[in-house]
């Protein structure tokens, strides 16, 4: 069962998908990499020790949709999670509430209204989201297949509009974050759909395309962690195939 491409596309979506971590870079317009030691549980420093840039209207929107959209993410696999008992929707949820976090701490930077006043399941300000959030949780009821076909959707969709965002800022930052969840993105894309894999379907693509897709879920896990353009910066892992700003799987993630 596909989503209605309209109706997500409507919503201005840029879900953020994985576990990340940012390096602290140089001077505010510059294009600095510094590097950073800094495990999971710093990204929310990390994110707001990064020198501070001019944000733009649609920067600042941009910021505060997604740190709802962190939300929905966690919601939807913990309610998938509840239901099935697996354990992809348990991992990638922990990593939503650490997006979450991170969203959030950039908005405490730039002194912008956080939309999230109750952190409940299924509560959003944004009443899009809060249907998107219905119709996501009862597709992936109907059975632990379609749990993993909603996932992966999830993930098709978050990149894409990910990808979109980083063309509208040129600040280091919001860039750095972006590309670092669009790395961990395409990791749950490939989880996901090897999952469907097994059970003998293949995922069809609904917002990137067919191409970005297969580059993407035939490359391997990306580990470590990446700068404002996606280039790899740290880890043990070889990035996977394509490029940091579009359509691939250049980067890294835990």
């Known amino acids: 069962m596909k989503l209605n491409k309209q109706f997500l596309s409507a919503t201005g979506l840029a879900l953020t998908f994985g576990m990340f971590m940012i390096p602290v870079v140089g001077n505010a317009k510059g294009r600095g990499q510094g590097t950073s030691g800094g495990q999971q549980q710093d990204i929310s420093a990390l994110a707001a020790n990064l020198p501070m840039q001019d944000l733009s209207e649609l920067e600042k929107s941009g910021l505060i949709k997604m740190r709802e959209e962190e939300k929905l993410a966690r919601d939807v696999y913990q309610m998938l999670y509840d239901k099935w008992g697996h354990q992809t929707f348990s991992n990638i949820a922990r990593g939503e509430q650490q997006h979450m976090d991170a969203m959030k701490a950039l908005l405490e930077k730039y002194s912008l ?142």
């Open 113 to 254: 209204k956080d939309p999230i006043a109750d952190s409940s399941v299924g509560v959003f300000t944004d009443p899009e989201l809060e249907k998107l959030y219905t119709s996501l949780v009862a597709q992936g009821e109907k059975s632990q297949v379609e749990a993993f076909r909603v996932g992966a959707t999830i993930e098709d969709l978050d990149i894409k509009d990910l990808y979109d965002f980083i063309e509208q800022t040129d600040n280091t930052d919001i860039r750095i974050v972006y590309q670092n969840l669009a790395k961990g993105s395409r990791n749950h894309l490939r989880s996901f759909t090897n999952q469907l894999s097994r059970n003998g379907i293949i995922y069809e693509a609904q917002f990137l395309t067919t191409a970005q897709i297969n580059d993407i879920v035939s490359s391997p896990q990306e580990g470590g962690r990446v700068d404002e353009n996606g280039t790899q910066q740290v880890g043990n892992r070889r990035s996977g195939k394509g490029q940091g700003r579009h359509g691939g799987a250049q980067g890294v993630y835990n």
